[in-house]
Structures are given as C-alpha cells and as structure tokens.
C-alpha cells in the first residue's frame, strides 16, 4: 500500500478557501485517491474519491497531477463546521475491481477553522 | 435507513479480562473492517473480513480476534486485556468502495 504524508495541521478562517496537499510517490496504477472527514467523537466519514485529474462533487473537489505522486484536496469556502481531520488514502480497487479494500489511514490533517 | 451500530458506546474493564466489542451494519455490506484509533496513530486496521467465514489480520492484529458468521456482524474479541489496548475502536463496512463508520466504542483496560 502506498504511504501518503499529509500536514499535521491546518489554519484558516471562515470564507477562505483551504487546500490540503497529500504526497502518495509510490502509487500504484490500480490505486484511487481518497479522502476522508473525520468530526470528535465519531467515524471518518467519505468525502471524494478519485484517480487522476479533477473530481468536483457538492463537498470539495480534487486535484490529481499527471504523475499522481500528490493529490489536493480543496475546500470552497469553509466555515466553523468544517473543523475536523482529513485523512488522504491510497488504495486498490476502491471501487472497480471489486474484493474489498484494505485502506491505510495516517494521522490526517487537523484542519481548525477560526471566525 | 441502513445503518451500522457498535456496543457498547463506553466499556471500562479490567486487565486480563475478555472483552467482546460488537459491530451489526444493515447495508448488507460483505466487506467490515475493525480499526483502533490512538493519539498520534490515527486509524489502524485490526482485522477485516470480506465475507461469511472470512478473517484477515490487519497491521495490529496481536491480542484480537473476529470471527464471521452472518453478513451482519463482526465483533472484535479481547482475549485478555490489556492496558495498551485502551483505545477508541471503529467499525466499518464496504460493498468494494466507501467505507462507511460506526460511532466508535470507547474501551479504557485497567
């Protein structure tokens, strides 16, 4: 599984815009790229997936080079509520190959967010 | 609405004793997975299965075991307690993409 390394933590006030860059140099070319939200006192929650360029959902959107060595994870306008960890996670066959999947999550990034 | 539950929320037990964490989804889901969460490790994977009759130890497997009988559940077993297996225990479970969490059983080993 390839290791990813993410900052520990994050600063920003509400209405920016924040960007957590995770570095994954030995991707596989079966691994997606995913992240996690992970609130106290409850379970990582799904956020976006994907496996090379942009992916746009209601959430967040993600940025995937070429090379795939690093993704970004941007979060339009954040508020008070987005306060959490965001785990990146390398993985095969999260959703096309099939069999399960066995994700490695790191300590995350501890993003706070100020008024 | 599906759902996947763990019990107990909090358990405090003592060292040496068997501890049975339970996890049920109702997704139907084949794939469960159970992870530990401590400061400064985030989530680390215990055990997983991908299916009835199905076990696989994750990277700190040592001191746990599951076992799978139904679609349904998973419960993590702690043959004998011990003070390094305090820690926040999440349940989760897949049909080949997202993993979808329980709330977490908060276990404290004295």
């Known amino acids: 599984l390839a290791k990813t390394t993410q900052p520990i933590s994050m600063d920003s006030y509400e209405g920016q815009e924040v960007n957590i860059t995770c570095s994954h140099n030995?991707?596989?070319?079966?691994?997606?790229i995913t992240w996690y939200q992970q609130f106290p006192s409850q379970g990582p929650r799904f956020i976006i997936q994907g496996y090379k360029t942009k992916v746009t959902n209601e959430v967040a959107s993600l940025f995937i080079p070429a090379d795939r060595k690093s993704s970004t994870l941007s979060l339009p306008r954040v508020s008070l509520s987005d306060t959490a960890v965001y785990y990146c996670?390398?993985?095969?066959?999260?959703?096309?190959?099939?069999?399960?999947?066995?994700?490695?999550f790191g300590t995350g990034t501890q993003l706070k967010v100020e008024l | 609405d599906a759902e996947i539950t763990q019990s107990p929320r909090h358990k405090i037990t003592e060292t040496g004793r068997q501890v049975t964490l339970a996890c049920h989804q109702t997704?139907?889901?084949?794939?469960m997975f159970w992870y530990r969460q401590d400061l400064g490790h985030g989530l680390r994977l215990i055990h997983y299965?991908?299916?009835?009759?199905?076990?696989n130890k994750g990277e700190v497997s040592d001191g746990y075991s599951v076992s799978r009988s139904n679609t349904e559940d998973l419960p993590l077993t702690l043959e004998s307690a011990a003070s390094s297996q305090t820690s926040v225990y999440f349940c989760?479970?897949?049909?080949?993409?997202?993993?979808?969490f329980g709330e977490g059983s908060r276990l404290t080993v004295l």
């Open positions: 996670l390398v993985g095969e066959g999260l959703v096309v190959t099939g069999g399960g999947n066995k994700l490695t």
């Open positions: 989760a479970s897949s049909d080949d993409g997202e993993l979808f």
């Open positions: 030995n991707i596989a070319t079966n691994d997606y």
């Open positions: 997704w139907n889901h084949n794939n």
């Open positions: 299965s991908y299916g009835v009759q199905d076990t």
